[in-house]
């Protein structure tokens, strides 16, 4: 590369750096960038421009910065120097980095592997990282556990247990029953849940009750996806709906409401 290309490169790189890291860290970013150090001028320090808006501004080198910050601009910088179609693996890649950064994190990775075609894998303890990742990348995770038995380590898929496409058997069967009470759903076919009637279930007014509600049940240890799934059953109860909770959990077992009383069939003129 000649020296003029090189000079773009770091240009883009440091603009990219400064749009990255504004995002991360509470004082404002002003810009990032690299100098050469040394007597032979053939290593680099890191500077960065940080200040809260309207106040006076100063500078930082890399002895300044915290470890978050500096494995996250390592990361960004990989990101941006990797040839198109490369493979970057990132051992404990949230590693130094407040948990409510995660989302931030996710973002930057999935948007600067589509734009250069790289491909990421990561590694990670922390479940703030899986809930940022959100359901739309379950196909993606992979979760490494020990066996009890052998003391191997061994990798499961996230979606394998629950997730019909990934079923060692039956797959088909098991998707057409379920395209079956999909249909049914969306036809209002009782005794399944009609898609109409969440604009009623959730309307704001609903929504209202539960927020003022819920605390309440916070105290008593009961979480807010318990509230709603009580919330869901008594809805359907009250319109005459029969209603089974399909869980272990007996303390959400009992919100199953009262099944309506069966209807006597007449009987025919003998």
Same mark, same amino acid.
């Given at each position: 590369?000649?020296?003029?290309?090189?000079?773009?490169?770091?240009?883009? +790189?440091?603009?990219?750096?400064?749009?990255?890291?504004?995002?991360?860290?509470?004082?404002?970013?002003?810009?990032?960038?690299?100098?050469? +150090?040394?007597?032979?001028?053939?290593?680099?320090?890191?500077?960065?421009?940080?200040?809260?808006?309207?106040?006076?501004?100063?500078?930082?080198? %890399?002895?300044?910065?915290?470890?978050?910050?500096?494995?996250?601009?390592?990361?960004?910088?990989?990101?941006?120097?990797?040839?198109?179609?490369?493979?970057?693996?990132?051992?404990?890649?949230?590693?130094?980095?407040?948990?409510?950064?995660?989302?931030?994190?996710?973002?930057?990775?999935?948007?600067?592997?589509?734009?250069?075609?790289?491909?990421?894998?990561?590694?990670?303890?922390?479940?703030?990282?899986?809930?940022?990742?959100?359901?739309?990348?379950?196909?993606?995770?992979?979760?490494?556990?020990?066996?009890?038995?052998?003391?191997?380590?061994?990798?499961?898929?996230?979606?394998?247990?629950?997730?019909?496409?990934? *079923?060692?058997?039956?797959?088909?069967?098991?998707?057409?029953?379920?395209?079956?009470?999909?249909?049914?759903?969306?036809?209002?076919?009782?005794?399944?849940?009609?898609?109409?009637?969440?604009?009623?279930?959730?309307?704001?007014?609903?929504?209202?009750?539960? %927020?003022?509600?819920?605390?309440?049940? *916070?105290?008593?240890?009961?979480?807010?996806?318990?509230?709603?799934?009580?919330?869901?059953?008594?809805?359907?109860?009250?319109?005459?709906?029969?209603?089974?909770?399909?869980?272990?959990?007996?303390?959400?077992?009992?919100?199953?409401?009262?099944?309506?009383?069966?209807?006597?069939?007449?009987?025919?003129?003998?």
């Amino acid at each position: 590369m000649t020296k003029k290309s090189i000079d773009v490169l770091k240009t883009e +790189v440091e603009k990219t750096l400064t749009h990255y890291l504004k995002t991360l860290p509470e004082r404002d970013i002003k810009r990032v960038w690299t100098e050469p +150090v040394g007597k032979f001028g053939t290593d680099a320090m890191l500077y960065c421009e940080e200040g809260w808006a309207g106040a006076p501004s100063h500078e930082i080198d %890399a002895r300044g910065m915290s470890d978050g910050t500096l494995r996250y601009l390592a990361i960004v910088t990989a990101m941006l120097i990797r040839p198109p179609g490369s493979l970057l693996v990132i051992e404990e890649v949230d590693n130094g980095l407040h948990p409510s950064r995660a989302s931030l994190l996710i973002e930057m990775l999935r948007t600067l592997g589509k734009e250069r075609g790289i491909d990421v894998i990561v590694t990670t303890h922390n479940p703030a990282l899986l809930d940022a990742a959100g359901v739309r990348m379950f196909p993606f995770i992979t979760v490494a556990h020990r066996d009890s038995v052998t003391g191997a380590s061994r990798l499961t898929h996230i979606e394998t247990g629950n997730h019909i496409a990934q *079923a060692p058997h039956s797959r088909k069967e098991r998707a057409e029953a379920l395209a079956d009470l999909i249909c049914k759903s969306a036809d209002e076919v009782t005794p399944w849940a009609a898609f109409a009637h969440q604009t009623e279930l959730w309307s704001p007014a609903r929504l209202k009750t539960l %927020a003022d509600t819920w605390p309440g049940l *916070a105290a008593q240890r009961i979480s807010l996806g318990d509230a709603t799934i009580r919330d869901v059953a008594e809805y359907y109860g009250e319109m005459g709906c029969r209603v089974e909770i399909l869980t272990g959990d007996q303390g959400l077992k009992a919100y199953e409401p009262a099944s309506p009383p069966a209807i006597p069939r007449r009987r025919r003129p003998g």
